[in-house]
């Protein structure tokens, strides 16, 4: 958790402790109405998302019976992965999302926290994504380097590509 106080909207639900934040794999369903309203302007994909993946899981944070955060992580080599070791092995976060009012409470690190640790335990060398603009000091503050410039794609905010080794546990 940060040190900041939390914003006006989650004071009533708040984790007051570890046990209020909840970690656990979920379905996708589970995660589409909260993916759908904190990622707009960005579409919508219609489930499955995903449906020629290798392998995915979806990872969801709970404060208490509340959606907080969910996050997709989806057995995905980057373009640039193809002669590299860790091709193969190279997992994407798709569809990270938090509701407003659990933004800057730890929420959205439990999830990813939870995700890196699942690819790692599958042997998984490389996370990447597509992260926006206005996420990217969250990224960097978990590890992540920028590769290039911003990106633009129509009907899309503007975002940076990330990338992290995870071999190695990363400490906060």
């Given at each position: ?14 984790p ?65 992965d ?43 060398l ?8 206005t ?27 990330f ?10």
């Open positions: 958790m940060n040190s900041q106080s939390p914003p006006p909207a989650a004071i009533d639900q708040f007051s402790s570890d046990t209020d934040l909840h970690v656990r794999f979920i379905s996708e369903e589970a995660g589409l109405e909260l993916r759908t309203l904190a990622l707009a302007p960005a579409p919508p994909r219609p489930v499955p998302a995903y449906p020629s993946a290798k392998a995915l899981f979806h990872v969801g944070a709970y404060c208490g019976s509340a959606l907080a955060s969910v996050g997709t992580f989806v057995l995905e080599d980057m373009e640039t193809q002669d590299d070791q860790s091709s193969g092995h190279s997992w994407r976060v798709h569809g990270m999302a938090t509701a407003p009012e659990f933004r800057r409470l730890g929420f959205a690190s439990a999830v990813l926290d939870h995700g890196l640790r699942e690819i790692r335990r599958r042997a998984g490389l996370v990447w994504c597509n992260g926006r603009t996420a990217s000091s969250f990224y960097r503050h978990h590890g992540f380097e920028q590769i290039g410039g911003e990106r633009t794609l129509p009907g899309f905010p503007t975002h940076y590509r990338k992290r080794a995870i071999g190695r546990p990363h400490f906060s």
